[in-house]
């Protein structure tokens, strides 16, 4: 499944299932897991029990209370959320990953009893090799037999520019597109990188009293990466 595609369904708040995100964009990555939680949740006074977050440090793996997260049945509603954050799939050992599947592959089997389940597994960037589109890695391959695959890559320069228009905007600022794409050659393409230069160049321009960020704004305040 593409991004787009994922964020269609979101859109229409059509998102039960079972998903692997993976990928080096970690803020559109992010962004859509907040999203789909908001869609199972949107009641805030039930997303302590309807939507349960586990994350797990380097090397760290807990089948049993990923079972039991969505084992747990929701309260007051016939839908949940399971999000499960792991640094690093590549650094576990192979029992470990082949247990992690069949850990979701039960869950994705056994049905919901009437529950409408949510579940995603997500990786941060660079920990996680998927392969080649021909030659998936083994556990991508197996995790696409019963999970929803989706590669947050990072954007490409015309929509981070496009989105970087649209963020400094929120700070009441205009910026060409010739000096977003200076800050985009020195920062590269993840956009929390970009978000924090973007901030600290905006709050730079604020207080010159000037409405548009030039290319002396970001020489003063964003370095090469």
């Not at 970009?194 to 010159?208: F, N, P, V």
Request: charged share 25%.
């Amino acid at each position: 499944m593409t991004e787009l595609e994922l964020n269609t369904r979101i859109k229409a708040g059509a998102v039960e299932g079972f998903y692997f995100f993976y990928g080096e964009e970690d803020y559109t990555k992010n962004h859509a897991v907040q999203q789909m939680k908001n869609a199972v949740c949107p009641d805030e006074t039930f997303a302590a029990f309807n939507s349960i977050s586990l994350s797990f440090g380097d090397g760290e793996l807990d089948t049993g209370a990923i079972a039991d997260a969505v084992m747990a049945p929701p309260l007051m509603s016939s839908a949940k959320i399971v999000d499960v954050s792991l640094p690093a799939i590549d650094g576990l050992k192979e029992k470990e990953r082949s247990a992690l599947l069949e850990c979701i592959r039960n869950a994705a089997e056994s049905g919901g009893d009437g529950i409408s389940l949510t579940f995603i597994l997500r990786v941060t960037g660079g920990g996680f090799d998927p392969g080649q589109a021909k030659r998936p890695s083994s556990f991508l391959a197996n995790a696409g037999k019963f999970m929803i695959c989706v590669d947050f890559a990072y954007q490409t320069e015309a929509k981070l520019i496009r989105w970087m228009e649209r963020h400094f905007a929120q700070y009441g600022l205009a910026v060409a597109p010739q000096t977003a794409g200076m800050i985009l050659s020195r920062c590269g393409r993840s956009m929390y990188r970009l978000s924090g230069e973007i901030a600290k160049t905006a709050a730079y321009t604020a207080q010159s009293g000037r409405r548009e960020v030039t290319p002396d704004d970001v020489d003063a305040c964003v370095t090469r990466t």
